[in-house]
């Protein structure tokens, strides 16, 4: 009986932790044009600011993130396009635009 219970707790705790992910799918591109963007760089932060889990763009501007708890944003960054932060939310998918210095 003991050991039923632990089994238990542990595949509770395991969904609980699962469910506590958050995997989101996304393109980066140019505002101007539409093209892609590779190798930018994708950041999940929490509410400090703090990088939790980081990722890049492929070449066709593709990223897929699995963020922890906790993540209440997404920033991306690269040379040569300014920075943007966006809320996360309930997103699942994200279609990101970047303006051109």
Known sequence: MKKLLVIF???FLSLQVLEAQTTIKGKVSNKKGGKAIPEVVVDGTNAQGKVLVS???DAKGKFQVTLPAGTTSIEVKKPGFQPRTLPVGKKKKMKIKMLQQ
């Open 9 to 11: 707790a542990i595949v």
């Open 55 to 57: 990722t890049k763009t």
